[in-house]
């Protein structure tokens, strides 16, 4: 089955709803007026048993009526029907009506013929219209639910199928780490696995995201003093901090303890991606290796940051 990909899974379920709703109707109703058929021959035949010990007028055998013993016959029968939720009534059985009032019955009125030896009686049935209440139920709504599942699945499924041998689905997109600055958060874009960072780690780890940004090829390293442009962008997102909340403390030295502060980061970094560490490189400051190499080689910039790659909330 080809749907139009236009059509959207809500669209398919509201459709489907109604269709189905529209076809339970239908055969609810044609039940109940198949019920109230069937009840109304079986009205017939308990009647037509009890006429015996009935006293209903009788012109040929110039018999009375007694009405009132009629009436209350009329009446059980209605009340039985009413107990057991049955949707007819007996209104009146050879003129004599089954309640003395004759309250107006909201219903369709039938008129039946009762042949008995010598005689015809007339029996008047009210069936009651089909009740709105009856007219709904959770089933279509069940079956529009698993219809739209099924479909859905099949289209995904044929749209898979019928890529061309040298097509191929769209590249995912690049994993992205994600910096809020109102929650003074790290998190990536892989399964949304945020950490809490103190403020000089983070400011100073924020600056050197953009400094990495600003400056392709930066060079870093330990036995150099930190370039003021990265220091003042670490001090810029302190006062960011400020203004957000996050601290009223005095301004750190950021010219300090860079080991510390890297080493928080990159614990941050390893938790952020803690359960996909495949895509940390490029926003992890590298560690130093081997003997001598911090102090003449070894460069913690971003190499590999791209600006895609990265997103910054509440700058």
């Not at 992890?284 to 003997?291: I, L, R, S, V």
Request: proline letters at 6%.
């Amino acid at each position: 089955m080809r749907l139009d990909p236009r059509i959207t899974p809500a669209l398919l379920f509201i459709g489907s709803l109604l269709v189905l709703q529209m076809v339970y109707f239908f055969a609810a109703r044609q039940a109940h007026y198949q019920q109230a058929g069937t009840l109304a021959l079986a009205l017939e035949k308990r009647i037509a048993l009890d006429l015996p010990w009935l006293r209903l007028p009788n012109d040929v055998m110039n018999n009375v009526a007694d009405e009132e013993s009629v009436r209350q016959y009329l009446s059980k029968l209605n009340e039985l029907s009413l107990l057991k939720g049955y949707s007819i009534r007996v209104l009146a059985l050879q003129g004599i009506s089954a309640s003395q009032s004759k309250p107006e019955f909201d219903g369709i009125i039938q008129q039946h013929k009762l042949q008995i030896p010598g005689q015809t009686l007339t029996l008047q049935l009210g069936v009651q219209h089909f009740p709105l209440a009856k007219a709904f139920s959770i089933f279509p709504l069940l079956a529009a639910l698993l219809f739209t599942l099924l479909i859905s699945s099949s289209r995904r499924e044929t749209t898979d199928e019928q890529l061309e041998p040298g097509e191929s689905p769209s590249e995912p997109a690049l994993p992205r780490l994600i910096v809020n600055l109102q929650e003074r958060t790290l998190s990536n874009s892989v399964d949304n696995r945020q950490i809490q960072l103190s403020n000089k780690p983070f400011c100073f780890y924020v600056a050197l995201l953009e400094y990495c940004l600003q400056h392709e090829n930066a060079a870093l390293n330990h036995n150099k003093n930190i370039p003021e442009e990265l220091l003042e962008l670490a001090n810029r997102y302190f006062y960011r901090l400020i203004e957000l909340g996050h601290t009223i403390r005095k301004r750190p030295d950021f010219s300090s303890n860079l080991d510390k502060m890297l080493s928080e980061i990159r614990a941050a970094l390893d938790d952020v991606f803690r359960d996909c560490p495949e895509f940390k490189a490029a926003f992890y400051p590298p560690k130093a290796q081997g003997e001598g190499s911090r102090s003449k080689l070894h460069n913690y910039a971003l190499e590999q940051l791209q600006a895609e790659t990265l997103e910054i909330i509440g700058k």
